[in-house]
Nanobody
């Protein structure tokens, strides 16, 4: 298993940018598919982006494709979410998640480890 800690959330104006970071514990980080999810009050948890163990493949929700970029640095046990052209509808708590394995997934129940989340608020 792996412990995850998100950081980088905050308040930003529409059109601005923000970079989220997720720090993972342990020395087997490369064994995990990593992902970002988000959840707004009263809404279901929503898939944002995922990346395979060696960053060969990545997947994005249609609502963020072209604006967000997921990346990872296995040497540093870090995963990132670069968010550009932010919109008010991007406002949510963003969660980092880890899945032990090699295949991409977009369903929350496929991920066994979760961070506590970081708040992103986009003002208009």
């Amino acid at each position: 298993q792996v412990q995850l800690v998100e950081s980088g959330g905050g308040l930003v104006q529409a059109g601005g940018s923000l970079r989220l970071s997720c720090a993972a514990s342990g020395r087997t980080f490369s064994a995990y598919v990593m992902a970002w999810f988000r959840q707004a009050p009263g809404k279901e948890r929503e898939f944002v982006a995922a990346i395979t163990r060696y960053a060969v493949n990545a997947d994005y929700a249609g609502s963020v494709k072209g604006r967000f970029t997921i990346s990872r640095d296995n040497a540093k046990n870090m995963v990132y979410l670069q968010m550009n052209s932010l919109k008010p509808e991007d406002t949510a708590v963003y969660y980092c998640a880890a899945r032990f394995g090699s295949t991409l997934a977009t369903i929350p129940t496929d991920f066994g480890s979760w961070g506590q989340g970081t708040q992103v608020t986009v003002s208009s």
